[in-house]
């Protein structure tokens, strides 16, 4: 048997396999899932790509709606700039993006495919944590001490300015060791948003972005890692979703609103801060410090980009039901995994936005 | 032939030989040491969530009970084209590097051999997604497999070089002489020599792209549901697997950990079937 | 076999090398292409940059080349010594069933994907270095500078271990194959003419598979520089140089891996992709550089 027979062989073994697993795999779908009479068989599918932040929420609200409708969405997290390069680049039916397309996006983007629509998605607040063993209670920051910290120029986790604040509290003679994200990120985009806005400084020294020149401190790929390195290195500070606060019950401390409420996140004190903009639109899109007595300062949309022109009626038809829904009932399924619901005049605002697709 | 008695070694010799020897066991356990420690975790943070409903279930969101089924016949497929793909053309540009009298362009060709092999995976995704997922319009198991083999093809002409530059010529003589053509010698004779060589070459690629990301995400792209046509998007183990890993959802990461001792595996199946299939041919 | 068959293999070998050169050129147009923009706006000045400010759109690629090139030699000398020992070892110290299980798990190695090597990294490597591993080397060797500063785990000591352990198999396994295909007469020869085991192998079988040991050290130093998320979980992501091997750093291939999905606006693109480009460019310079110096010592003798 030579290489050109093994070839062949190998080649028609592929094939086969191919067919087989077309066949036999649809039927060993079916049977496997007969539990949950879930069917495979090929009805409407979609395809969507971007933001990581939303996939927890996208994945189990896909699912559910799949269940339901019989509809295939296919959602991959590769990135908000992922996704804002696939909606450009029209291999997607939606983009999803932590930070709304600049007018330089959009103009790209109608070049190709028309009017766009953004409609914000998801809400999602970020927990100040930290690696403290021997500190019990919770402790309080003011946005100007994170903002030093973050800086460089508060360099102690006993430095003055934080005993003040925790005056209950012996807070340890430890160096405070700084962690960021190192991937771009609408979480970083929020965090820095929101540094920006309390401190004149951070504002013109480093500014806002989903990546940025971060004077101090170590980065960590992802939410998990940034958790991590906050986990493994005592004096540690770093900021992360929500969600990976309440999943694994690192300890986070109070942030103090503009109210001068000092406020823990949760999906309560979030969705307080993005009720208080009702007109948020994909240019005015920041809801951090926002005012309010329950304001959670640190929080932040999630979008979702459309073309107001689709292909063709059916798939329409489909991307608005699905996006219906997803402004409707779908919201329910975010607190199940630890996500904040979207206040229903933000929702409104969005079933309007998704009336005008063609 | 008469019992020559060894003449006694100087004592420095025989001491360094003894040095020798205990520095490459001390070095054989150093290579050995992260086998225990990084496999060691993966078994013990896998094995368990190791069960029949990972295999047969696809993947669901956290909280309802899933597994992987649909990324593991995925991932098959996707490393298994771009095998098909990559292992002709691995062996034969290996061939090349080795039999064909080509002055400078040998050399050459070594030199881009090694400089494909220091692509980052991700830009390797991205030469994949030009090249391919744009004119197709949308993302495709087939695309990631493109990316897959561009990947394994270095590893499999380099190894392939090395094994058939280890041939003595005389076997090469014995094809000649028998008025052999070119090709015959190369396939029937030296190759099948030097195949040991060869199947390290391709187990090496062929275990690595098993657990390649970045090159996906851009062409395979992932799907949740069972997806088994190469010309949509595929879901693939290690797609699921950093997800998974990086979110805060147990369940989850404990879907991850069992990927990856699953992809361990599956490396240790091929690997077995392959050698076993190798031994029988000679 | 017939003339057709002949001709066509003689195709498939020479449409399967020209597939290299035309995958390389493809790479640089697709990188020079994309990094015109960022080329036009810094010049050399790219290389020789130390801020990376997506921000105020000021980028510099100098701390990334410094991390890549540390860490990726520091994995090749690391592999190199324990991988070659152990090929030796396993060639020339061991039998059957024991070289042969042994090969296996350490070709396994390889199997393992990246990100869960970077989360074993993260779980397991960092806080050992941060608790016993870096606290030690400060303690009996901190009057080298590479030995300063801050424990924190994650670093440019991190960066390189967990490289190191990740090109291990490559750089293994290819070794013990060529070792293997060392005629045995050479090395019994010697043998029974009362060297020892050491001298032999020494002497006669290392220089015999040296062009195939230089062939696995750069397969596995071309992984090690590709490597990104594994490297990116351990490394710290801070781009700075420093002489410390406990500092945190940053690679080339990690900021492509961290901020390429993310990046959206032009300049910003063009300068991750331009930093590919000086990836691609700085593998092939060490190629070159060692292709030089191997021809230069062995004259001819076919790499």
Do not use: C
């Not at chain 2, 004779?189 to 195949?195: E, F, K, R, Y």
């Not at chain 3, 994995?75 to 010594?81: D, E, F, I």
């Not at chain 3, 350490?106 to 393992?112: F, H, Q, Y």
């Amino acid at each position: 048997m030579n290489k050109r027979h093994m070839s062949t062989a190998l080649a028609g073994l592929a094939v086969l396999s191919g067919v087989a697993f077309q066949s036999g795999g649809q039927a060993f779908a079916q049977a496997a899932n007969a539990a949950s009479a879930h069917r495979v068989a090929a009805v409407t599918s979609l395809t969507g790509a971007g933001s990581t932040f939303d996939y927890p929420f996208f994945n189990k609200a896909f699912y559910v709606y799949g269940e339901q409708y019989h509809v295939q969405v296919n959602y991959s997290s590769i990135g908000s700039g992922g996704g804002i390069q696939q909606f450009t680049a029209r291999t997607v039916n939606f983009g999803a993006s932590d930070v709304p397309m600049n007018s330089g996006e959009v103009k790209k983007a109608e070049a190709g495919g028309g009017a766009v629509v953004q409609l914000p998605i998801a809400l999602g607040g970020e927990a100040i944590s930290y690696n403290l063993p021997t500190v019990k209670q919770r402790l309080k920051f003011t946005p100007q001490v994170i903002a030093d910290i973050y800086l460089g120029k508060i360099r102690k986790w006993n430095a003055h300015q934080l005993q003040v604040l925790n005056s209950g509290v012996k807070l340890p003679n430890l160096p405070i060791v700084v962690v960021h994200r190192s991937d771009g990120s609408g979480t970083t985009y929020i965090f820095s948003d929101f540094l920006s806005t309390i401190s004149p400084q951070w504002a013109k020294q480093i500014g806002r972005g989903k990546s940025v020149n971060w004077p101090v401190g170590i980065g960590g790929k992802g939410n998990e890692a940034v958790a991590e390195n906050v986990r493994n290195t005592v004096g540690a500070i770093g900021y992360v979703e929500l969600a990976y606060v309440l999943q694994t019950h690192m300890a986070y401390g109070f942030v103090k609103n503009r109210a001068g409420q000092y406020l823990l996140p949760s999906p309560a004190t979030v969705a307080v801060a993005a009720a208080q903009k009702p007109g948020v639109t994909s240019t005015n899109f920041s809801i951090v410090w926002e005012p309010g007595k329950n304001s959670y300062p640190i929080s932040g949309y999630s979008w979702v980009l459309l073309y107001k022109k689709q292909p063709n009626v059916a798939t329409k038809n489909a991307v608005v039901k699905l996006f219906d829904w997803m402004e409707g009932p779908g919201q329910a399924q975010a607190a199940t995994v630890d996500y904040v619901p979207l206040p229903a005049n933000i929702r409104a605002q969005a079933h309007r936005l998704l009336a005008t697709l063609k | 032939m008469d019992a020559e008695r060894k003449p006694a070694l100087r004592l420095s010799r025989l001491i360094w030989n003894h040095a020798f020897t205990g520095l490459t066991g001390l070095l054989l356990m150093l290579a050995v040491l992260p086998l225990f420690l990084v496999f060691g975790y993966v078994i013990y943070k896998g094995l368990p969530g190791l069960n029949l409903q990972f295999f047969t279930l696809p993947t669901t969101p956290t909280g309802i009970p899933g597994g992987m089924s649909n990324a593991i016949v995925g991932s098959l497929e996707i490393v298994g084209v771009a095998s098909l793909i990559s292992i002709p053309l691995g062996i034969g540009a290996g061939i090349f590097m080795s039999e064909i009298r080509a002055g400078w362009f040998k050399s050459f060709a070594r030199f881009l051999t090694d400089v494909l092999s220091g692509v980052p995976s991700i830009v390797v995704g991205l030469l994949a997604y030009a090249i391919v997922v744009k004119p197709m319009g949308g993302f495709s198991g087939i695309s990631g497999s493109v990316a897959l083999a561009i990947l394994m093809i270095p590893v499999i002409a380099r190894a392939t070089d090395q094994a058939l530059q280890q041939v003595p010529v005389s076997i090469r003589e014995g094809g000649w002489a028998v008025g052999a053509r070119q090709a015959q010698v190369w396939l029937r004779i030296v190759l099948p020599t030097a195949i040991g060589g060869v199947v390290t070459g391709f187990l090496l690629a062929f275990s690595r792209v098993l657990g390649e990301t970045a090159p996906l995400l851009f062409t395979a792209f992932g799907n949740q549901f069972w997806a088994t046509n190469m010309m949509q998007p595929v879901a693939a183990v290690p797609l699921q697997i950093f997800e998974y890993a990086l979110s805060p959802y147990s369940d989850w990461q404990q879907e991850a950990w069992t990927g990856s001792l699953v992809l361990v595996i599956i490396a240790l199946i091929i690997n077995l079937i392959t050698r076993l299939w190798v031994a029988k041919k000679r | 076999m017939s003339l057709l068959r002949d001709k066509t293999a003689q195709v498939w070998i020479w449409a399967s090398v020209l597939l290299l050169p035309l995958l390389i050129v493809l790479f640089l147009i697709m990188q020079g292409n994309q990094s015109a923009d960022s080329i036009a706006r810094f010049g050399w000045g790219f290389l020789l940059g130390t801020t990376w400010d997506p921000v105020h759109q000021i980028f510099g690629g100098l701390p990334f080349l410094f991390g890549t090139v540390v860490t990726s030699l520091f994995s090749l000398v690391a592999a190199g010594v324990i991988g070659l020992g152990a090929a030796v070892f396993l060639t020339f110290y061991s039998r059957g069933r024991v070289r042969s299980s042994l090969g296996v798990l350490i070709e396994l190695l390889a199997a393992i994907p990246s990100v869960v090597y970077g989360l074993w990294g993260l779980y397991v490597m960092v806080p050992w270095l941060q608790g016993v591993g870096e606290p030690f080397l400060a303690r009996n060797f901190g009057f080298l500078p590479f030995f300063r500063g801050a424990s924190l785990g994650v670093g440019y000591l991190a960066g390189g271990l967990i490289l190191s352990i990740m090109i291990l198999p490559t750089i293994t396994a290819m070794a013990r194959d060529v070792l293997l295909a060392v005629p045995r007469e050479i090395h019994e020869g010697a043998l029974a003419i009362g060297a020892t085991k050491f001298e032999v192998i020494r002497v006669i079988s290392l220089p015999f598979a040296r062009s195939g040991i230089i062939g696995a050290l750069m397969l596995g130093f071309g992984r090690a520089v590709s490597e990104t998320i594994a490297v990116t979980m351990v490394i710290g992501n801070r781009p700075q140089i420093s002489s410390s091997m406990f500092a945190p750093g940053y690679t080339l291939a990690s900021v492509i891996a961290n901020e390429f999905t993310e990046a959206t606006y032009q300049l910003y693109i063009s300068a991750l992709n331009e930093i590919g480009l000086v990836l691609l460019l700085l593998t092939a310079l060490f190629y070159g550089v060692a292709r030089l110096l191997v021809w230069r010592s062995t004259r001819g003798v076919g790499m």
